[in-house]
């Protein structure tokens, strides 16, 4: 019990210390005004006593004036009120940006291994839908204990000629009602859990009916119904979790609904009964009533500000956790600042890694040295380890063992991002953004439109784009933005390559750079790359389509995780390995296609 109190006072310390961090005025702000609410709740609890004694007096002016100040004072209330909510809601909205924006930084700044991790993936989205419902349930259970306090101590005078078996009746009913909450509180947490991952993979089928690559696969193999049927699947899943969650919940809350009514009976009988008795006069009976309602949920809001505190624990844990992950390993904000044209040699020495909960090694003991000017083909099969060497080179994962070292210093001592911009590289699953066609080649940096318009020529693109009514200001997919335009595959392709002629990079890498190019594509932009590459250039293709692959200056093949072969093009056809075979059959390939 202990541990559970240390926890939750842990977590809603963490929350509330977020509250200050984003707006520490807001929450002052939201205090000074549930106070002013406080004392309007009080004014309606006496107000029916001062007008029925005024009624009953035949005090008509008396009774005007009790109207009067009711009305002047609800009035200042109600205007107060107008320039609170206004106030609330942009701070509300401004506090709200500003979690996101935190947590997304957060996410951005760990390791990719970390998303890799299914039960890490679905923290993070239990955290996100989380992060601001937490922080404000918090601050507002924090005010409502504060408010709470007020309330019982100013209704609570309304009430002191009462029996004090009426207040250990209340606390009677409270407890209860918090025991039973408790349980409730619990079950809900559980049932969402649950109910986070089956709307994580119903979300999935939704994106399949908007995703404009998923419609068209999903109308060209005629697989709507077969899509429909696995969505609801997964609907039906959902739907017998929320069965589960009313059925194991229902008991309770008509115990609850029985309860409550059973309390106001009681107390209603027992202000009646005073009256009856004459212990209070006829006007002080729904007064006493009233006060009475006021100050059962002012208790009950302070005594059941534990299970508040207790169930937004729950929740906000997944938020905790992610905030104070500290899986970012492969991130060194201090290290040493890396230039592009001061890389001289790459080194891979004796690497071996493994992806996370995968069984075999993605790489076993590689070694091998690029030097600056070396134009590098990677090939080998699909799966067996190409990409693996880029992603370790750019340090979105360490190696378990080994090292890699630029000019003879370790990858890890630099700082990550001047690395990453260093080494320019288009990775396979390359991405676009629904930004403009200037953003997406130009990715924030300025670029000038001569520079521009040379990049959209290297890779034939210049003439569609130039047709387009917005030019370079045209935005990608309409699907967020209106008159944006659709790329085809290989469109799309060749606007992502042309950032390598725009960003004049002197050391870039292509990861399966023309799977969607045909042939004489293909091999005109590996042409123009090579052609515009200065001598001094560091040029790395990743491959398994050997198209250029003999104008190379050397050609590392990757097996099973290791290097198998590594030479010049004339070497490796002489070996007669993998590298040739793989050669001839691409050209029997290409030569049987053009007869």
Sequence with gaps: MRKKWKKIYRNNKFLLNKIFQYNKWLFFVRLCYAVLTSFASLINVLLPKFLLEAMFEGELKRVVMVLGIYFVIIVCIKVTGIFYENYNRASTEKMYVEIINEFLHKGIGLDLSFFDKSESFSKYNRGFGNCCNVIEKCNNTILSVITASIQIVMIGSVLLWANVYVFVTILIFIAVNITINNVLKRIDYDYNVKLSEKNKQVNYFYRLFYTPKFIRDIKVNVIDEFIFNKK????????????????????????????????????????????????????????????????????????????????????????????????????????????????????????????????????????????????IAVVGKNGAGKTTIIKLMLRLYDPQEGEIRINGISIQDYNTDSLRTSIKALLQDFAVYAFSLYDNLALGREISDEKMEMALREVDLYDKVSRLKGGLNTPITSQVTKGGVELSGGETQKLVLSRIFALDTPFFILDEPTSSLDPYAEYGLYHKLLQSSKSENTFIVISHRLTLTHKMSKIIVIDNGGIAESGTHEELMALDGIYAGMYRIQSEKYSAGSD
């Excluded at 059973?262 to 009988?269: D, G, M, P, W």
């Excluded at 009475?292 to 937004?312: E, G, H």
């Excluded at 004796?350 to 909960?357: D, E, I, L, M, Q």
């Design 232 to 375: 609801q699947e997964v609907n039906e899943e959902i739907l017998r979790i929320s069965k589960g969650q009313m059925s194991d919940t229902k008991k309770y809350r008509i115990l609850l609904g029985f309860l409550d009514s059973l309390e106001y009976v009681l107390a209603a009988f027992y202000f009646a009964y005073s009256v009856i008795k004459e212990f209070i006069a006829v006007a002080d009976y729904f007064t006493s009533l009233n006060a009475y309602q006021q100050i059962k949920n002012a208790i009950n809001n302070l005594l059941s500000s534990y299970t508040v505190f207790y169930n937004n624990s729950l929740f906000a844990e997944d938020y905790i956790d992610f905030m104070r992950s500290n899986e970012n390993t492969t991130t060194n904000r201090e290290g040493i600042l890396l230039k592009a044209s001061e890389i001289e040699k790459v080194e891979f020495e004796n690497v071996t890694f493994s992806y996370p909960n995968a069984d075999e090694n993605a790489l076993k003991n590689v070694s091998f040295v690029i030097n600056r000017g070396d134009k």
